[in-house]
Each structure stands twice: as structure tokens, then as C-alpha cells.
């Protein structure tokens, strides 16, 4: 059985709690973690944590400053994440491949989530520094906020783009001028989002 569900701003916040850990090797203070989020008092960030402890995400240490430890896997190097296949960067061509490999990392900064990884073809998002032949690691989700990088199915192929909102319109959109947005509404077939994009992995030869 799972974690339950995050809304939008404890996904938000958790993410931030992991991107900030992850760079940093120690959690965000109180007075940090407002100042991202402009909450107006430290109360509402007490709140949130509040609420991403009770579901499971974070354990907090009363009386610490920046006690927050994300509740990750606790043998992150054990198992990896599996590797499903290639995904075009750029237009839509490439079906879902199913490989029997997967990425050996250290899972517990990607924070809580299933996660998985898919290996970039094309140039599309080259100018979020995205590569051809790397690896995004995706947490499996079916909803992303806009802004975010999101790997997407159309169909039978995958694509990795940004999400964005122009206007009343939903699309995915590329880092690369030469590609046109896809819209998420109205499309045929019409996209449907298989994660968020929460790392990157490339090997140098």
C-alpha cells in the first residue's frame, strides 16, 4: 500500500525539500523554505510539514533546526531504477521499449515516489541542458504543475517536453525553437502524462 496523495503544494514543497538536500547535503530552515514559497509566517510552513509527516514523507525532529529528514528508501543503491526505453526528445516517433536493465543511484534523493528512468533521443530540449543519450529520472505521476518537465505518451510514443500554460491552453512545449507545442487538449491521440522529470543522469565517454 502507498503514501497517500500529496495536493499540488506539498508536492511542491517536498520536491523542493529533496532538490534542496540533494544539493546541499542538509535540509532548508524554516525561514528558507518561506522565503521560496513567500509564506507569510513560519506558521505555515510548520503546517505543511505538519501535513507531509503525517502522510509519511518527511520525520521531524522537534527542537532542531533543520531536522527534516525525507523518508527516501532505506537501501537507496539496492535495487536502482528500472530503465523502460528510449523517448524522443524531439518529435513523437519512438515507441515504449521495455528493457530488462536498470540505473543504480542513489534513489533516497529523488525523494518518495515510484521512479523510473528513460534514456533522451533528439534535440528538443537541449536548451533546458537536456541531452541526446541521457537519462531523465521520472517520478510516476499522472499530474505535473506547469513549468515542470514531463514525460508524456502519445499513443504509443513517449516525448520528454515542459508543461505550459498559455493562456486557457495546456501544452508541452520544447527547449528548442525548431520544434512546435503540442497541445494537451485537442490532440489526437491526446497526451497523457506519465511523470515529472526530478533528475538526470549522463555518462561521459
Known amino acids: 500500500m502507498g503514501l497517500p496523495a500529496l495536493t499540488d503544494r506539498q508536492r511542491a514543497l517536498l520536491d523542493h525539500l529533496a532538490s534542496f538536500v540533494a544539493k546541499r547535503g542538509y535540509a ?16 505555515g510552513v510548520k503546517d505543511h510539514l505538519k501535513a507531509l509527516e503525517r502522510k509519511g514523507y518527511v ?29 524522443p526528445a524531439g518529435t513523437p516517433q519512438l515507441a515504449l521499449e521495455q528493457y530488462d536493465e536498470r540505473l543504480t ?3 533516497a534523493t529523488l525523494g518518495p515516489g515510484r521512479h523510473f528512468a528513460l534514456q533522451v533521443k533528439g534535440d528538443s530540449m537541449i536548451h533546458a541542458g537536456i541531452h541526446d543519450g541521457d537519462y ?9 504543475e506547469p513549468g515542470a518537465i514531463v514525460v508524456a505518451l ?3 510514443d513517449a516525448t520528454v517536453k515542459y508543461l505550459r500554460r498559455r493562456g486557457r491552453q495546456v501544452r508541452l512545449e520544447a527547449a528548442n525553437p525548431a520544434y512546435r507545442p503540442i ?16 533528475g538526470l543522469y549522463r555518462t561521459f565517454r
Open 28 to 43: 532548508p530552515s524554516l525561514q528558507e523554505i518561506a522565503h521560496a514559497f513567500g509564506f507569510s509566517s513560519l506558521q
Open 154 to 156: 502519445l499513443g504509443d
Open 183 to 198: 497541445p494537451l487538449h485537442g490532440h489526437v491521440p491526446a497526451p497523457r502524462i506519465l511523470g515529472r522529470v526530478v
Open 105 to 107: 543511484l542513489d534513489t
Open 59 to 87: 520525520r521531524r525532529r522537534p527542537g532542531q533546526r533543520r531536522a527534516i529528514t525525507l523518508m527516501g528508501q532505506p537501501r537507496p543503491f539496492a535495487n536502482g531504477i528500472p530503465i523502460l526505453g528510449r523517448v
Open 136 to 144: 531523465v529520472l521520472v517520478r510516476q505521476q499522472d499530474t505535473a
